[in-house]
């Protein structure tokens, strides 16, 4: 295998994201509690709302404060307080601000790999508090580029590709999501590392299909993957490599 | 002058952008009105949280809708009913679903501007709702590039030309706005052409420095410009051109 150019996922695959979100979930839940609403019937209706947004609001923390806020009024059926929505405008507030909280390793794998490869940064959602996040995780300075992206679609990858000039085949990409960073990525002719994450949106899940399996990784750690891509390097593409396969992660 | 690659802004310069925010605005107001709210107060309140919030949402309609959320809440006093966050929310989502309506001569001038010039579409704001937009708009195919930013700072514009190996000399960008797309262009050595928009939202109007006033072209209308550029290139950068030298616009 011949791979130069890497990209890396950045949330949850660097820093800590869905935990944010569960956090503002559960203080959500308390809100919907106090006007007696029942959260298992609530928790259905606002997961519908949120990916039934996605199509005008695209991915993000705005995105996800708006429809919570279609949410309480729709839950409540209108009765819902302006100190309530006051509640989710701050807690939404709070996410975009929330400090970056790196995940073990991130640093180290970055310094390493980015000695003998040109790393890509490539996120999708809103481009104003993507940037800050990348700015305040202090790893900006790994990357040769950073790419923010509406959704991570294969087109949305061959157009970053055929920007830089990569051939799918020398290009691979990590992360957390099987839907957006390996899917995409090995549909159109390149490899990828699934680094499972402790949370994941399920929104996020896929199921790889067989024939393009032999095309994933899986590592379990950042600390694992410049040694896992280094024995990678030196192996052919058709024989079993040290780590195991990843099925549907 | 040896311009070659040009640079076009979106909003209000390809597509009508800001009457739909004057719109949104108007039926804003309505729903104030029926709280009774003095609408002379409530305007200066709304417009200082937009952009306040600029620093947390960024440029957008998502963003824009929020700061509409909290601005009702703020002026009731909370007396805002859950129906009134629901107007809220329907006019933010009708911007994002609004058809797009090309400006007189967008069309026309990118074909004939295409030909010899490497196209760049530079603009700013939620890349989900930009991507529809220029998807919709049926301009794509004439762009070499699509650059969405946070904002369109001289760091934004320069990171754009490194990436596609450009000389700020060679680089001109046309657009409405003092601020995004005229003065960071000539601030690093670029040039620009204004073509003032009858609407323009108050937050994008800045003085361009004398010093950088010889570097600044304006045309009236789209149908212009193709006419122009072609005058630019045969002229030195040091008479007088055809058309007048733009001032604060």
Same mark, same amino acid.
């Given at each position: 295998?011949?791979?130069?150019? #890497? +990209?890396?996922?950045?949330?949850?695959?660097?820093?800590?994201?869905?935990?944010?979100?569960?956090?503002?979930?559960?203080?959500?839940?308390?809100?919907?509690?106090?006007?007696?609403?029942?959260?298992?019937?609530?928790?259905?209706?606002?997961?519908?709302?949120?990916?039934?947004?996605?199509?005008?609001?695209?991915?993000?923390?705005?995105?996800?404060?708006?429809?919570?806020?279609?949410?309480?009024?729709?839950?409540?059926?209108? =009765?819902? @307080?302006?100190?309530?929505?006051?509640?989710?405008?701050?807690?939404?507030? !709070?996410?975009?601000?929330? %400090?970056?909280?790196?995940?073990? +390793?991130?640093?180290? &794998?970055? &310094?390493?790999?980015? @000695?003998?490869?040109?790393?890509?940064? #490539?996120?999708?959602?809103?481009?104003?508090?993507?940037?800050?996040?990348?700015? =305040?995780?202090?790893?900006?300075?790994?990357?040769?580029?950073?790419?923010?992206?509406? !959704?991570?679609?294969?087109?949305?990858?061959?157009?970053?590709?055929?920007?830089?000039?990569?051939?799918?085949?020398?290009?691979?990409?990590?992360?957390?999501?099987?839907?957006?960073? $390996?899917?995409?990525?090995?549909?159109?002719?390149?490899?990828? $590392?699934?680094?499972? @994450?402790?949370?994941?949106? *399920?929104?996020?899940?896929?199921? #790889?299909?067989? %024939?393009?399996?032999?095309?994933?990784?899986?590592?379990?750690?950042?600390? *694992?993957?410049?040694?896992? $891509?280094?024995?990678?390097?030196?192996?052919?593409?058709?024989? %079993?490599?040290?780590?195991?396969? &990843?099925?549907?992660?």
């Amino acid at each position: 295998m011949d791979i130069h150019w #890497i +990209g890396f996922d950045a949330d949850d695959t660097l820093w800590v994201n869905e935990r944010l979100y569960r956090e503002a979930r559960t203080r959500f839940d308390a809100l919907l509690a106090s006007y007696g609403i029942d959260l298992a019937v609530a928790n259905r209706r606002v997961d519908e709302i949120e990916v039934q947004n996605l199509q005008w609001y695209g991915y993000g923390v705005m995105s996800f404060g708006l429809s919570l806020i279609e949410a309480a009024v729709d839950l409540t059926q209108g =009765r819902i @307080s302006g100190q309530g929505i006051s509640q989710v405008l701050e807690l939404t507030k !709070d996410m975009i601000t929330a %400090e970056v909280e790196l995940l073990e +390793g991130a640093e180290q &794998a970055l &310094a390493e790999l980015s @000695s003998a490869h040109p790393l890509l940064l #490539i996120t999708k959602g809103e481009p104003n508090h993507q940037h800050s996040k990348i700015e =305040r995780s202090g790893l900006r300075r790994h990357f040769r580029q950073v790419e923010i992206v509406p !959704d991570k679609t294969p087109a949305s990858y061959a157009e970053i590709l055929k920007r830089q000039a990569v051939e799918p085949e020398r290009f691979l990409m990590v992360g957390n999501s099987l839907k957006s960073d $390996i899917l995409p990525v090995v549909a159109m002719g390149g490899w990828a $590392i699934h680094i499972p @994450s402790d949370l994941t949106w *399920e929104h996020e899940v896929v199921e #790889i299909p067989p %024939e393009l399996r032999s095309r994933v990784f899986e590592v379990a750690a950042l600390s *694992e993957l410049a040694p896992f $891509i280094d024995t990678l390097k030196g192996s052919g593409t058709d024989r %079993e490599t040290p780590a195991r396969r &990843a099925g549907t992660g």
